[in-house]
């Protein structure tokens, strides 16, 4: 299995979102994070399973929350790209990439 990163931005998303659930219910920011923790370990282990996106990313869409974990499959890792709430604009995170 290929280890994961994170580019900041999309590290920034995560932290922002478990800290928004953890304000709404104690407990939710965890289950928050537990929950992308459960997808990313699918990732991992069947990267080539994710929904085909822009410039080569896949993208895996988690239990329980509105999120879609988008990647892309280097030689050494999985890049996180972000880490993208689905009401969101889609494509945002595009310029990352560049």
Excluded: C
Excluded at 27 to 50: M, N, Q, V, W
């Amino acid at each position: 299995m290929k280890p994961a990163a994170y580019h900041r931005l999309a590290a920034s998303e995560l932290i922002n979102s478990a800290q928004f659930y953890e304000r709404r219910k104690p407990s939710l920011g965890e289950s928050f994070l537990s929950t992308l923790d459960a997808t990313l370990g699918k990732i991992k282990r069947h990267p080539e399973f994710g929904k085909p996106g822009e410039l080569g990313t896949r993208s895996w869409k988690t239990t329980r929350f509105p999120f879609r974990i988008v990647y892309l499959e280097q030689a050494d890792r999985l890049w996180i790209v972000a880490v993208a709430h689905l009401s969101r604009n889609p494509g945002y995170w595009i310029r990352r990439l560049r």
